[in-house]
């Protein structure tokens, strides 16, 4: 059974930073490539970062480029986003996604003073 | 950037009706569209992949159709657990988008 269990959300102030973690299970994991997306209060879904299976490229929206970075290590089967910079609209829930097909259950991200 | 226009942002039905969700993208995303359902408090749950191919364990009464930059979802008889919110997601190009999604919401 495919597993997708995110951790590392939490309560954090503008302009600073927090790592969001998906552990992965029951899959393959360098066999696919994996994305996070993610989901404010009360609103649509919103793409926010996709890697390949080996990890050597990644892809962005103009809303986090060069703010976050996703990444991950196979060997841990763990995909990554690195969040800097951290402003009040990135408020959200935040999923890991294996090829938009499994979704994890979502970490909650909250920015505020 | 493709944008994706999804209709009806609401709508209103009864258990047994059939249903379409309607998503127009702004150029041809060739046939690269998905469709999720998303209860409450829970992870978006995907129904529809590329157009028409059924995700594995989903009522057969959910089928998706469309070409070039027109496409639909239809729920051929509702359900009472079909009462859901519904989003199109196109991966035809980077940046991946969705919908604005559709309430489904009981008569």
């Known amino acids: 059974e495919v597993q997708l269990v995110e951790t590392g959300g939490g309560l954090v102030q503008p302009g600073r930073s927090l790592k969001l973690s998906c552990v992965a299970s029951?899959?393959?994991?360098?066999?696919?490539?994996m994305s996070w997306t993610r989901q404010a209060p009360g609103k649509g879904l919103e793409w926010v970062a996709s890697i390949t299976n080996s990890g050597g490229s990644t892809y962005y929206p103009d809303s986090v480029k060069g703010r976050f970075t996703i990444s991950r290590d196979n060997a841990q089967n763990t995909l990554y986003l690195q969040m800097n910079s951290l402003r009040s609209e990135d408020t959200a829930t935040y999923y890991c996604?294996?090829?938009?097909?499994?979704w994890g259950q979502g970490t909650l991200v909250t920015v505020s003073s | 950037d493709i944008q994706m226009t999804q209709s009806p942002s609401f709508l209103s039905a009864s258990v047994g009706d059939r249903v379409t969700i309607n998503c127009k993208a702004s150029q041809n995303i060739n046939k690269y569209l998905n469709w999720y359902q998303q209860k409450l408090g829970e992870a978006p749950k995907r129904l529809i992949y590329n157009t028409n191919n059924l995700q594995t364990g989903i009522p057969s009464r959910f089928s998706g159709s469309g070409s070039g930059t027109d496409y639909t979802l239809t729920i051929s008889s509702l359900q009472p657990e079909d009462f859901a919110t519904y989003f199109c997601?196109?991966?035809?190009?980077?940046?991946?988008?969705f919908g604005s999604g559709t309430k489904l919401e009981i008569k």
């Open positions: 029951g899959f393959t994991f360098n066999n696919y490539w």
């Open positions: 997601l196109q991966h035809n190009s980077f940046p991946l988008t």
């Open positions: 996604t294996r090829e938009g097909a499994y």
